[in-house]
């Protein structure tokens, strides 16, 4: 069975750091780039950055950049999101998703036709200001 399991959402405070992580089985791994996105309730989600399969290349959405690194253990299978200085309003469901192709990643929340192959079920992150 294919599946994504996100872990280390929590409780921060505004200004803090937190690290995700999301472990993938029953694919092969390094086969996949890997996406982090975002959803707050009643909101579109959003998307934050990804990784390329071999980790070497990220990039990231305007919103994060500069706060946001993703990197990834192909020896785990688990791809990371470590982000610093939180906001209030990343206050969120956090999750994962893999799709073989970078592209379906990056597009998959502007694009309705673009939907990656596997999605976590998400982690609530909330930052209390």
């Known amino acids: 069975q294919v599946q994504l399991v996100e872990s280390g959402g929590g409780l921060v405070q505004a200004g803090g750091s937190l690290r995700l992580s999301c472990a993938a089985s029953?694919?092969?791994?390094?086969?996949?780039?890997m996406g982090w996105f975002r959803q707050v309730p009643g909101k579109e989600r959003e998307f934050l950055g990804a990784?390329?399969?071999?980790?070497?290349?990220?990039l990231y959405a305007d919103s994060v950049k500069g706060r946001a690194t993703i990197s990834r253990d192909n020896a785990k299978n688990t791809v990371y999101l470590q982000m610093n200085s939180l906001k209030p309003e990343g206050t969120a469901v956090y999750y994962c998703?893999?799709?073989?192709?970078?592209?379906?990643?990056?597009?998959?929340?502007?694009?309705?036709?673009?939907?990656?192959?596997?999605w976590g079920q998400g982690t609530l992150v909330t930052v209390s200001s």
């Open positions: 998703a893999a799709d073989a192709i970078l592209h379906t990643l990056v597009v998959a929340t502007t694009d309705k036709d673009s939907t990656p192959e596997v």
């Open positions: 029953g694919l092969t791994f390094s086969s996949y780039a």
């Open positions: 990784i390329i399969r071999s980790g070497s290349s990220t």
